[in-house]
Nanobody, 115 residues
Framework: QVQVVESGGGLVQAGGSHRLSCTASGSIFPITEMGWYRQAPGEQRTLVAEITSGGSTNYGDSVKGRFTISKDNAKNTVYLQMNSLRPEDTAVYFC?????????WGQGTQVTVSS
């Protein structure tokens, strides 16, 4: 059974920092890419950041320079460090794991940024 589990959501003040974690487990390996997407109420799910097994990264335009994605291959875990948070960063953040065949999604974790 494949599991992709996010953690670290919560309430943060604008201008603050916060970190999300996501761990993949089960019959999913080898993972070639993991990433974060987010979805605000009434909006589509959009890319936040993604990272390949080789370490290449890609960011959504709205978070470039503020968010950093990193990974721990030994733990099959990806992190999202979020700095200079804004109220518009408020959303449910979903973790994605991809093994060249199937994309697996976590259940999502809520991040709320108060002004």
């Amino acid at each position: 059974q494949v599991q992709v589990v996010e953690s670290g959501g919560g309430l943060v003040q604008a201008g603050g920092s916060h970190r999300l974690s996501c761990t993949a487990s089960g019959s999913i390996f080898p993972i070639t890419e993991m990433g974060w997407y987010r979805q605000a109420p009434g909006e589509q799910r959009t890319l936040v950041a993604e990272i390949t097994s080789g370490g290449s990264t890609n960011y959504g335009d709205s978070v470039k320079g503020r968010f950093t994605i990193s990974k721990d291959n030994a733990k099959n875990t990806v992190y999202l460090q979020m700095n200079s948070l804004r109220p518009e960063d408020t959303a449910v953040y979903f973790c994605k794991a991809y093994n060249r065949r199937v994309i697996y999604w976590g259940q999502g974790t809520q991040v709320t940024v108060s002004s």
